[in-house]
């Protein structure tokens, strides 16, 4: 199993919301950087939103900056993605990935442990 869980992806037409949630399987990520990735039909990964451990700092890709959330609970060991104002662009798989570099990282190589990913569709 994979040592991250996405959820809550599904189906909303243009302008609804979502939110995602990336949960540790198996195992603390206490002290990891969250990274939520996307990827469309045919394209690479995309970097999204992160956030650090601490919480304190995060980042965020300026297509959804305006329109994306991201925060942790770390009791719970779970991180979100409040998805608003969705375009159809948004359509991907999103997945969350882990790392404990000191820097917050936004490139796919620089995370270490990932989910299966969430299908998130936007209709018309």
């Known amino acids: 199993q994979a040592p991250l869980v996405e959820s809550g992806g599904g189906v909303v037409q243009a302008g609804g919301s979502l939110r995602l949630s990336c949960a540790a399987s198996?195992?603390?990520?206490?002290?990891?950087?969250i990274g939520w990735f996307r990827r469309a039909p045919g394209k690479g990964h995309e970097f999204v939103a992160a956030?650090?451990?601490?919480?304190?700092?995060?980042y965020y890709a300026d297509r959804v900056k305006d329109r994306f959330s991201i925060t942790r609970d770390n009791a719970w060991n779970t991180v979100y993605l409040q998805m608003n104002n969705l375009k159809l662009e948004d359509t991907a798989v999103y997945y969350c990935?882990?790392?404990?570099?000191?820097?917050?990282?936004?490139?796919?190589?620089?995370?270490?442990?990932w989910g299966q990913g969430t299908q998130v569709t936007v209709s018309s």
């Open positions: 990935a882990a790392n404990r570099r000191p820097a917050l990282a936004v490139k796919e190589p620089e995370y270490d442990h």
């Open positions: 198996g195992r603390s990520f206490s002290g990891y950087t």
């Open positions: 956030i650090r451990w601490q919480g304190d700092t995060t």
